[in-house]
């Protein structure tokens, strides 16, 4: 019944879908197995894309070629950047998505891809054969035949759901859990562990009095994610504000006794930054209030997602403590908040490429590797499926550097530090947050999509003139040069120090106060020069101009500690040969087989003394 | 994240062992070793030299341009060199206290003090030794930064690290603010005071800055208290040192370099030690206070802690002894003049002498009065408070430390000023605090920070 596959994707999710994409659009021939059609590209928790470093994620998605951002941009309800105020690295894109338009888009867009099929069942077992990979098993025993299978299991192996003292097996709630999967692994010498995670209620729209909430609108002028064609919004829908208070408080704390969380039977971690409501109370009892983000699922559905009221206490205590808040008086509840408890495998049994090391063409990405959220599984995915494909045409992995991209941050995290808790990204994890900004993912990395082959000649073109035109008006600007007489009325004007003497325009542009449309003010010809640039091009070179001492501070930084990086070692170098090695320093080493140098010096336990004396090593 | 030995440094250590040698060698290698050593150097251009030439001149402060010592400088060009990089080794008098100052000046011009066998691993990873070599070169940077890591806690007295972790903490905290205003927006939390941390930035400045400021003190105390002994040559200069050390042997360690202008002994005096330095060899007039016009000598003078006048009493008229001692004043330096030979004066004269201001009369040979003068030097250079504050940097690691954090945090400040957005803040916080985390040798890492901002703040929707 079914061919060879190159890449079997397990899992319909972000990262399986990015996955499936992926390698399909390189080339492979892929089959993506599901347990269920109908949800391929669901949105399991809140119905948003992008926020602060996570924008930043779909961007990069976006400039290699995966289809993350082209999805949201064509599911969206609401777009804002997020901390305008706070300098061009910290922009973030975030939407608001139709929950079931975004599923659609995927599924249209999977269709779309020649080389993809589809297969609906439960994989309960991978076929190995002398330590490498040969296919999947199903539900049904079916054996499907493959060079490389990539897991993207999400929240559903052996997923458990708690709510108040219920407990049952499934992935997401009305779905079933995935099982047979882990047991097989661990006999295959696989380390599994527990996480948790959880979901608010969803709300009936039309019950709810937004007069009692504080509206937050979209962006006047809305960007969107994807720097191919998609469109960006003509009108929006609007999410509101609303706040818990003491009353609310005190009701949920009468459930804490059936609470799965405080009562033990919830074993897994649970992320720090992302606690339930009760959690919440419970270690912040001098907080009279939490916010509530109210969220609208689509255009035209009229369910809402309570974002901020994440919650496993029982549905009964839920429902009368949520009556509590302002404007949510007469609340109807569709479904409870529920906890979720699941199966991950420590992401430090896998390579840069996120192929297992103990399994030859195994890869693993999302959930499964402890990380939360869309944006991190998506990025995964789509690295699992470049290099899934790489492999099966003899090629060098696709890596990216921490002074890259995010995506390069999350991988090298995530296989270097594993995570004791569900792993989100942030830009704080990024050393070198000012050169990883959303603005320039496409001048980052479309040229490296492109040579993977997952973006057009055409797209390429489009970013090499962009950057052509940038080095041009920078170019310009340094000998465009204007005099006091011409422009320091208009200087002053703008709230600027005037300028003594002639000088060229970029010294104006490098002061924080002074933006490159505040100069088409000064003079005429400088105004109808510039004209002739897109907003995006302007802006572009003005970050460039106005942060450059900073921009290239960290690229020094970036280019120091990427000459480590670019120092490889080999994966079955043996450590014990080297006797002046700090004895943790060696067990790391042995245990984690880095890559290069740079991989290396990130291993918690090995010291820059060892990093010092592999240098020599390596110098042989 | 902090790596042993960035290939693309310049680094600079001294070659030769401490200790008491007739010449030391400072060594520089790396792609700007001649540059950043031209910068100290006055002499011939050595960027314009060629390989394996020795060249005579001075090293300077070019901050001053005042002259440390007179030196030779040996150029190497890569690859003959034994790191097969560009080298430069500076040959100086045999002076702790002269090496600790090239290697402050050269580390200003933009050296970096060198890792334990750095430039050993230099030489190997540009293919000058074979493994065994290699392995032995991997040992001494195992030992050694065992060892130096137990040094530098043992160096570091209580009070220095306690306060510099104390602020740091507070600095961590701040950092921490930071990144929680920029991951976490759209939370409803208090975010960080631009007014508290200027305050926090003051306070460490001015607990950094006396500790970079004591480093000075802290290499004289390490490395002697340098005494300027003048006074012509028949004062009985050598019978005083005699004295002093209250031991029969010639205590003079001549240290004869090949261009020969200064001599030093070393005395320890009440648990202190001093570096007498004889400026007779300056080639100024034999009289170094009659050559006080001279700049060199004067340069001598104002850079001692002390400076001891010896004249012979039974031979000099008290006129000219009054004329020098007004000259001394108005040079700063704290001095004694001393009145030798009292044993063969009458008592005439030793009463007229005793009038002068600052003066001390006694007998290098028969020893009357040298108690007292070992005391009136103690005393002089007011070491007994200085032995009490505790707070002193000797190490040149942590005193470059101190600097880049200083630097850093100075660079904090100027964002703050400037109002750069928080991200570019946080950068330069980041900086200040990995410059602090080598100090007290604990590293920050992002999961401090992000630990930091989960048990003070409620986050997450």
Redesign the interface.
């Known amino acids: 019944m079914f061919t060879e596959y190159n890449v079997i994707v397990v899992g319909g999710g972000h990262a399986g879908c990015e996955a499936a994409a992926a390698a399909a659009n390189m080339g492979s021939k892929v089959l993506l197995v599901t347990m269920n059609m109908a949800t391929i590209g669901q949105m399991s928790c809140n119905p948003a894309m992008g926020g602060v470093a996570k924008g930043q994620i779909v961007r990069e998605i976006d400039a290699l070629g995966g289809l993350s951002g082209i999805v949201s941009d064509k599911s969206m309800i609401q777009f804002r950047m997020l901390n305008r105020s706070k300098g061009p690295a910290m922009w973030s894109p975030r939407t608001q998505n139709d929950r079931m338009r975004f599923a659609a888009e995927w599924r249209l867009a999977l269709e779309q891809i020649p080389n993809l099929d589809m297969w609906q069942e439960m994989v309960s077992e991978i076929l190995v054969a002398d330590n490498k990979v040969c296919g999947v098993k199903t539900g049904m025993g079916l054996e499907i035949r493959s060079k490389t299978v990539i897991l993207t299991n999400g929240t559903f192996l052996n997923g458990i759901i708690h709510i108040g003292e219920k407990q049952f097996g499934g992935g997401r709630t009305g779905e079933k859990a995935a099982t047979g999967l882990t047991e097989q692994l661990v006999l295959l010498g696989f380390e599994a562990g527990r996480m948790k995670t959880g979901t608010p209620p969803r709300i009936d729209g039309r019950s709810l009095n937004y007069e009692l909430m504080e509206e937050q609108k979209g962006d006047e002028i809305p960007g969107k994610f994807s720097f191919t064609d998609t469109t960006p919004l003509k009108h929006q829908k609007s999410c509101y504000i609303t706040y818990t208070n003491p009353v609310v408080h005190e009701i949920l704390e009468t459930g804490f006794e059936k609470s799965p969380m405080f009562t033990g039977r919830i074993k897994g971690t649970g992320p720090r930054y992302c606690p339930s409501i009760e959690d919440k109370i419970n270690r912040f009892a001098e907080r009279t209030r939490h916010q509530i983000f109210v969220e609208p699922e689509g255009w035209e559905t009229i369910e809402i997602y309570m974002n901020g009221f994440s919650t496993s206490l029982p549905e009964n205590v839920q429902f009368k403590a949520l009556r509590n808040i302002p404007g949510f008086e007469k609340a109807k509840m569709f479904r409870p908040g529920y906890a979720i408890e699941y199966d991950y495998f420590p992401p430090t049994q896998l390579m840069q490429s996120l192929e297992t090391r103990l399994i030859d063409g195994l890869y693993f990405a999302g959930q499964i590797n402890g990380t939360t959220g869309y944006e991190e599984a998506a990025g995964q995915g789509l690295m699992a499926g470049i290099n899934a494909h790489l492999k099966i045409t003899g090629n060098e992995p696709f890596v990216l550097k921490r002074s890259e991209a995010y995506i390069g941050v999350l991988i090298d995290d995530l296989i270097n530090k594993g995570t004791e808790e569900p792993y989100r990204m942030f830009t704080s994890r990024a050393e070198f947050r000012i050169l990883l900004r959303q603005d320039n993912a496409d001048l980052r990395l479309t040229e490296k999509g492109h040579s993977l082959g997952l973006i057009s000649d055409k797209r390429l073109d489009t970013v090499l003139d962009k950057k052509n035109e940038i080095s041009k008006l920078k170019a310009d600007l340094q000998l465009i040069k204007v005099a006091p007489e011409e422009v320091n009325e208009t200087l002053i004007g703008f709230k600027t120090a005037a300028i003594r003497e002639k000088a060229p325009v970029i010294n104006l542009l490098k002061r924080p106060e002074f933006s490159i449309h505040h100069l088409k003010h000064l003079d005429s010809s400088l105004s109808e020069y510039l004209n002739a640039y897109s907003n995006e091009i302007l802006d572009q070179v003005e970050i460039q101009i106005k942060y450059d001492v900073y921009i290239k501070k960290e690229q020094h930084l970036a280019s120091k500690i990427n000459a480590l990086e670019n120092q490889r070692m080999n994966p079955d170098f043996d450590y014990d040969s080297i006797k002046a090695l700090s004895a943790e320093g060696r067990e790391k080493l042995k245990r984690f087989k880095p890559a290069t140098l740079g991989q290396a010096s990130r291993i918690s336990g090995v010291s820059p003394a060892d990093i010092s004396i592999l240098m020599i090593y390596l110098g042989k | ?8 440094d310049t680094i600079v250590a001294p070659a030769t062992a401490p200790g008491v040698s007739a010449i030391a060698i400072v060594r520089l290698s790396g792609k700007n070793a001649i540059e950043i050593a031209n910068r100290i150097f006055r002499g011939k251009n050595l960027e314009d030299q060629a390989t394996h030439t020795i060249h005579f001149g001075t090293v300077v402060d070019p901050k001053d341009n005042q002259i440390i010592d007179e030196v030779l400088v040996s150029l190497f060009r890569s690859p003959n060199s034994f790191t097969k990089e560009d080298s430069i080794e500076i040959s100086t008098h045999g002076s702790q206290y002269i090496v600790q100052k090239i290697m402050k000046v050269l580390i200003g011009a933009g050296a970096r003090m060198a ?1 334990p ?1 750095e430039f050993t ?1 230099r030489a ?2 540009n293919g000058r030794m074979d ?1 065994a070599q ?2 032995a ?3 001494l ?2 030992s050694d ?1 065992e060892a130096s890591h137990h040094a530098a806690i043992s160096q570091m007295r209580g009070g220095f690290s306690k306060e510099i972790e104390k602020l740091r903490e507070e600095l961590i905290h701040f950092a921490s603010m930071i ?1 929680l ?8 939390v208090e975010f960080a005071n631009r007014g508290e941390l200027t305050k926090l930035i003051q306070n460490l400045l001015a607990v950094m800055n006396p500790l970079i400021r004591s480093f000075d003190l802290g290499n004289v105390i390490k490395n002697g208290v340098p005494t300027v002994i003048a006074g012509k040559p028949n004062a009985g200069k050598s019978t005083l040192l005699n004295a002093l050390l209250n031991e029969e042997r010639a205590i003079v360690s001549e240290i004869p370099g090949t261009t020969r202008d200064v001599i030093e002994d070393e005395i320890n005096i009440g648990g202190v030690q001093f570096r007498f330095i004889d400026t007779a060899g300056l080639r100024e007039p034999t009289d170094t206070i009659e050559a006080m016009g001279v700049e060199r000598a004067k340069k001598k003078i104002e850079e001692a802690f002390l400076l001891l006048y010896l004249f012979d009493l039974t031979l000099e008229p008290i006129e000219s002894i009054k004329e020098k001692i007004t000259q001394l004043n108005d040079v700063g330096t704290p001095f004694i003049a001393i009145g030798n030979k009292k044993d063969k004066a009458d008592n005439q004269l030793i009463e007229q002498f005793k009038l002068l201001p600052n003066t001390l009369l006694l007998s290098a040979t028969t020893k009357e009065g040298i108690d007292v003068l070992k005391d009136t030097i103690l005393h002089k250079v007011h070491l007994d408070e200085v032995k009490k504050g505790d707070v002193l940097v000797t190490n040149i690691r942590h005193y470059e430390n101190l600097l880049r954090a200083k630097t850093a945090l100075m660079d904090v400040q100027n964002s703050l000023d ?7 803040l ?2 330069e916080l ?1 900086h200040a605090l990995s410059a602090l985390s080598e100090i007290t040798g604990e590293e920050i890492t ?2 401090d ?2 630990e930091n901002i ?1 048990s003070k703040f ?4």
Do not use: H, R
């Open positions: 994240m902090q790596f042993i030995g960035d290939p693309e890792q066998g691993k190997f990873l493994l290699a392995e070169v991997a040992d940077i195992y930064s990144e205003e920029l991951d976490f927006s759209e939370e409803d400037t109002g750069l957005t928080n991200d570019f946080a950068m980041k992002t999961e920070l992000l989960f409620c986050i997450g929707k």
